[in-house]
Structures are given as structure tokens and as C-alpha cells.
């Protein structure tokens, strides 16, 4: 039951960004106008993650307790990175037209990086989950956490335009 649950739950989020504006489409004077957009894309990301999460990792009231602090501290630091790469993904937009290959190998350098610092907080946190949840539990939180994760940068990926030759 669950399974199904979090695959309509991940089909239904799929299909509400495919739905969206391809915000790396819409040109302005100078390059690509995505702050407006790139910020309801997180915030609504944000709030439907921890929905999935809440709903597929069975917590115990004493679990949820403990668990749901550590969840936060998690998302802030990763929200961190995120900033940075989304950060770098509005750069790229808006100047995509005119980057040098300076300019472009810099910015790939600091999107691994930035993937970099992501698997090391994930890295970080496992020993600080597996303090307040079982380890199976823990190992399903980093699942479905992935999961979801990988599901996003799928999404703003494929809403992203190729480098020009």
C-alpha cells in the first residue's frame, strides 16, 4: 500500500513539473528571467518532500520525536547547497548566450562541487539519523530521500537548455 501510494504521489509530482513553464525557455533582454520561477519550484519541492517522507517512513511517535529535529538540521544544510547550485543554474541561464569556455568549465567545476558537499552532508548525517531511528529506518529515510532528490534534479535538468556550440 505504501509503494503505491509514494509512486502516485511521485507520478503526480512528475506530471505537476512537466506541466510547468520550461522556465529556462523564457528569454528576456538579457538571457533568462527564472528567480520567480526557480523560487516557487523549491518551495513547493520543499513541502511535498517532507509530505513523502512522513508519508513512507513509519516512525513510532517516540521516533517522529526524535527524528523530525535531525530532519531539519539536514534540510537546512542541504538547503545550503542548494542555494549554491541553483545559484550557479540561474548564472548559467541568464548568460548561457554569451559564456566563454573559461566561464563554462568554471561553472561545471563548481557543480561537482557542489555535488561534492552534497554527499558529504548525506555522508555526515547517517551516523546522526541511525542515533534517533533504527537502521533499517534509517536506511529507508536515505532511500527515499535520494529518491526524491534524484527525482528533482531530474526535473530541473531536463528543464535546462543544452550548452551551445
Not at 506541466?19 to 528567480?35: D, I
Not at 549554491?84 to 548559467?92: P, Q, W
Request: hydrophobic letters at 45%; a positive charge.
Amino acid at each position: 500500500m505504501k509503494k503505491i501510494v509514494f509512486s502516485c504521489f511521485v507520478l503526480a509530482l512528475v506530471f505537476a513539473f512537466l506541466s510547468t513553464s520550461a522556465f529556462a525557455q523564457r528569454e528576456t533582454a538579457t538571457g533568462v528571467n527564472v528567480e520567480k520561477d526557480i523560487t516557487l519550484l523549491r518551495r513547493d519541492l520543499r513541502g511535498d518532500k517532507k509530505q513523502l517522507i512522513a508519508l513512507n517512513l513509519p516512525l513510532t511517535e517516540v521516533e517522529a520525536t526524535k527524528f523530525w529535529p535531525v530532519y531539519d538540521q539536514y534540510i537546512a544544510e542541504m538547503a545550503q547547497h542548494n542555494d549554491e547550485f541553483y545559484g550557479l543554474i540561474k548564472n548559467y541561464v541568464e548568460n548561457q548566450k554569451t559564456l566563454t569556455d573559461e566561464q563554462a568549465s568554471s561553472m561545471i567545476k563548481k557543480w561537482a562541487e557542489i555535488q561534492i558537499q552534497v554527499a558529504q552532508t548525506r555522508q555526515k548525517y547517517i551516523p546522526l539519523v541511525e542515533k534517533v531511528l533504527p537502521g533499517r529506518k534509517a536506511a529507508l529515510f536515505f532511500q527515499v530521500d535520494r529518491r526524491l532528490s534524484t527525482l528533482i534534479d531530474l526535473q530541473v535538468s531536463s528543464q535546462l537548455p543544452l550548452m551551445a556550440q
